[in-house]
């Protein structure tokens, strides 16, 4: 039944998109790690609405952004769509892309979900947070991140490999929040207190806890919404950590987009990348992956909304990318696999 009622939501948000924007008659290429489920959506209405045809590829960051060096001025792509910061900062770092002057982007996006340079801007907002066990955890015991690594959670924590950029990103903007040293001791208390060796996903992670395994764990929250639409009585909850903690927050991470440096057609795409940060475009790319949206003007879905309200971290992401060798190797110190 919720996947009915959010079937049709999208349709009806679809549908609301098909009014005014300006209409051009170009074409566009888009390169996008988002994975087709997620973007053919938008790409429809937007073609529907402009007349604008978009083809796309997809496929692994690391191969999308090889493939934009490989190609050079003479690539097809307009637009690269990546589902996390620290990669969209990889990609304007190797100068893949280019800078954006839009006032419309800017007003739409909060400064610390895109690039201080304008070279890609954030499009949807997920929450990597504590999720727990409502059989075995009371949502009073729970504070920071950082206190996972207290002794009462001792053979009690699971976590997702630090093989993976959401980890990744989450500890390199733990550095920026609390220093190099700061953040190792977080994360060795981490380490210290594991009830199993990391898993390879969000999803083994949380159906570890359901199985007894450990008791809470950090996670994506649009993961947890997965679980939670095939089980109503799903026993775990999410909790937002760090919310009484001055100048912190939960850390949240972006799926974004960026103009690529040999844009074949620049004017085209930023008219679509300013599209999907107003209103319809919004719900409709946030929906189809239980995310946020990042345009604070527009309410998340109330499948979402229903898991609370929360105060996110106010550090610009491009942190993720800047320190994400420094967040790897400390990881590795800290006997993080």
Known sequence: MKYLKTFARLVVIAASLCSAWPVAADELMIYSARKQQFIQPLFDAYTRETGVEID???GSIDSLLNRLKAEGDRTPADILIAVDAGNLWQAADQGLLQPIDSKLLRANIPANLRDPENRWFGLSLRARTIVYSTERV????????AALGEDHWKGRLLLRTSKKDYNQSLVAMMIAEYGLGGAEKIVRGWVKNLAQPPY???IQTMMAILEGQGDVAIVNSYYYGRLLRKDPDLKLALFWPNQNEPGSGVHVNVSGAGLTKFAKHPEAAIRFIEWLSTSGAQSL??????????NPQVKPSPEVAAWGAFKASPFNLT???ELQEAAIRLMDRAGYQ
Request: charge should be negative.
């Open 138 to 145: 009371q949502p009073e015991q729970l504070s920071t991140y």
């Open 200 to 202: 390879d996903d969000d």
């Open 285 to 294: 790319f946030a929906d189809a992956n239980l995310e946020y949206p990042v």
């Open 56 to 58: 796309h590829q997809t």
């Open 319 to 321: 942190k993720a990318g």
